[in-house]
């Protein structure tokens, strides 16, 4: 038999050879998709499929089949979703899901992110974390493609996954050993509601899907290591302790980036991060005599007590409350040529506070993008943190150039200034660069020949805080999004 090209004729002859039919557009979606795959598949190392007809059976039919097959929950949390199978097939099929892409690997949720503008998928969220006991968004089911054993993924979902909730599973046809293991590792906790073996048509592909449900009543389980009772506590009594003084030098940006690290202080802020960025968390710092219920630990080794008052060294804002201690991942770099959907937010702001400020307005307004300038505080800093809180978690972070270097690329840019257009009335492009100028400095002279857009103000007053003027071009172009949607339909 010829081996096909990458088409979107021989990719629907394929879906059709292999017992799939779909709508033009689900044709056309599958299509984008492919090509955007093909186009990112080695700088983001997606697949190891590389063939075109191998893609198109082993990935896209494979995954489409799921839907014909069974009633799919909502919302839907597949987990280690990598290029997003099988989520972004069962979407295009269902769009009526919610979705939820879990990925633990950053430059994967970079091409999820790419993937969902390109298809414009509606109601999908991407988790850019993996999924290990601690999961705070509602879901109705989760669903895994070749991620682990049976067991091993009802134990990873089953401390946040009701009474009800499905564990779908695609598999190989030999697992009997993995749904009996599966079933007397949990009790009366599960049931298999559905074992279907299928097979790919016209290909010598054999597949099965198991379907658990689970049941009200479990039983009780033995307390594993990680929920029980924390101990070996390192215990920082001396001023002269290095990991006390590496903890110091958290407080300034030279330190982050040296050890990785940051520290979250706020009790609200803290517990946002254990409960939906458990995985970026790498200790918990108290008080003596002040120490946190050990249900906050997911690891009993990254407890850190400290002395009172070295502890006051560290709990900068006084909050008297465990801290905790976030890795941060490194920042790959912006060259202007990453095409992000919407609004790509560079920040050249000098004090922290605004770039959390800034932070957490993008966050709210969907921004996907945002660039740190080589003259912006770090967006760690304690004073950031103090600010944007877990919402940094939230938002793609790129580090870009400087304010005075910034490449043309192929976004337009909407620049932030005193005397330009009135941004009530400005139309905004599609997807643009949004830059506002430094504090006090504003804009550098080469740049105030480009687009520039204001924020009215009252007569007499001179200018707005930058990350306050931010905020409001932010929720004007958002507005205007929604009002153009709108007005679409």
């Known amino acids: 038999m010829a081996t096909r090209l990458p088409s979107l004729a021989n990719l629907m ?11 033009s557009s689900q044709y056309e979606l599958f299509w984008r998709f492919d090509a955007l795959i093909r186009k990112r598949n080695e700088e983001f ?15 896209y039919v494979d995954c489409a089949l799921i839907p014909k097959l069974i009633e799919l929950p909502s919302p839907l949390l597949d987990i280690g979703t990598g290029a997003g199978f099988p989520g972004i097939p069962i ?14 690997r950053a430059r994967r949720t970079v091409f999820l992110e790419e993937a969902c503008g390109l298809l414009e998928l509606k109601d999908v969220r991407i988790y850019p974390h993996k999924i290990s006991g601690r999961f705070d968004l509602p879901v109705e089911g989760v669903i895994t493609r070749a991620l682990e054993v049976a067991s091993e993924t009802i134990r990873r979902v089953n401390p946040f996954l009701k009474a009800g909730g499905k564990v779908i599973l695609m598999k190989g046809p030999n697992c009997d050993d993995e749904v009996t293991e599966a079933l007397s590792g949990f009790g009366e906790g599960y049931e298999l509601e559905k074992d279907i073996a299928y097979s790919i048509k016209n290909t010598p592909y054999r597949r099965r899907l198991l379907v658990f449900r689970k049941l009200a009543r479990e039983r009780p389980q033995a307390p594993s290591a990680s929920s029980s009772a924390f101990s070996n506590i ?15 030098s958290l407080h300034a940006a030279r330190g982050i980036k040296k050890q990785g690290l940051a520290i979250v202080s706020g009790q609200k802020q803290v517990e946002e991060i254990l409960g939906f960025f458990p995985d970026r968390c790498e200790g918990i710092l108290f008080k003596k005599g ?22 006051r060294e560290i709990d900068l804002y006084g909050t008297d409350r465990p801290l905790a201690l976030v890795r941060v991942e490194p920042m790959p770099l912006w060259n202007g040529e990453q095409i992000s959907k919407g609004c790509t937010l560079l920040v050249p702001f000098q004090d922290p506070a605004n770039v959390g400020a800034v932070v957490r307005s993008a966050a709210a ?24 809180g877990s919402t940094i978690m939230r938002i793609r972070l790129y580090e870009g150039p400087s304010i005075k270097e910034l490449p043309k690329g192929h976004l337009p840019h909407v620049l932030l200034s005193p005397g330009g257009k009135d941004i009530s009335e400005f139309e905004f492009p599609a997807s643009f660069c949004l830059v506002p100028g430094l504090e006090g400095q504003g804009l550098p002279e080469h740049l105030r020949n480009m687009e520039l857009v204001s924020v009215p103000m009252a007569d007499g007053v001179e200018s707005l805080n930058a990350a306050v003027a931010t905020g409001i071009a932010l929720y ?7 009002k153009n949607r709108l007005s679409a339909r």
């Open 476 to 482: 004007r172009w958002k507005d205007a999004s929604r």
């Open 234 to 248: 390192k215990k920082i009594e001396s001023a002269s302790n290095d990991y006390f003084k590496m903890l110091m």
């Open 45 to 59: 190392d997606l697949t190891r499929i590389r063939g075109f007809e191998g893609t198109v059976i082993k990935h």
């Open 290 to 311: 002040r120490k946190p219920d050990s249900l906050l630990i997911a690891d009993k080794n990254r407890a850190v007590e400290l002395s009172p008052e070295l502890f």
């Open 13 to 23: 002859e394929l879906f059709r050879r292999s017992g799939v039919s779909l709508s």
């Open 91 to 104: 979407k295009i099929l269902r769009p009526d899901i919610n979705l939820i892409l879990a990925e633990g």
């Open 365 to 388: 307004f969907g921004v996907r993008c945002l660039v740190i300038l080589k003259e912006a505080a770090h967006p760690f800093h304690p004073k950031s943190l103090r600010v944007s």
